[in-house]
Nanobody, 124 residues
Framework: VQLQASGGGLVQAGGSLRLSCAAS????????MGWFRQAPGKERLFVAAITWSGDQILTADSVKGRFTVSRDNAKNTVYLHMNSLKPEDTAVYYC??????????????????WGQGTLVTVSS
């Protein structure tokens, strides 16, 4: 199983980035996908999640209106579109996969698989 996160980098405040998470080797199907972030010395926090069908999305209040999540099941890839970035968005962003409903996708402890993370740095 591999979740390959990419798209991180250095961006100025107010800028945009798109993160990608390509999944391969997942056993079974119908995986919900989530994005989390972790700043140095802090816990991993929920950012956004999307169900397998893509018809249900959950977004953290801290990024609502700025970040959106989408997926392309034909490519086994989930995206995090980040706009109006702020310095406080600086963190390592992780994607995760699990079979489950939307209500559990915001909790990292329920996830079965994780990507390696991609660093997003927002300068002021």
């Amino acid at each position: 199983v591999q979740l390959q996160a990419s798209g991180g980098g250095l961006v100025q405040a107010g800028g945009s980035l798109r993160l990608s998470c390509a999944a391969s080797g997942l056993p079974g199907s119908r995986y919900g996908m989530g994005w989390f972030r972790q700043a140095p010395g802090k816990e991993r926090l929920f950012v956004a999640a999307i169900t397998w069908s893509g018809d249900q999305i959950l977004t953290a209040d801290s990024v609502k209106g700025r970040f959106t999540v989408s997926r392309d099941n034909a490519k086994n890839t989930v995206y995090l579109h980040m706009n109006s970035l702020k310095p406080e968005d600086t963190a390592v962003y992780y994607c995760g996969a699990r079979i489950g409903g939307l209500s559990t996708l915001q909790y990292p402890r329920y996830y079965s698989y994780w990507g390696q993370g991609t660093l997003v740095t927002v300068s002021s």
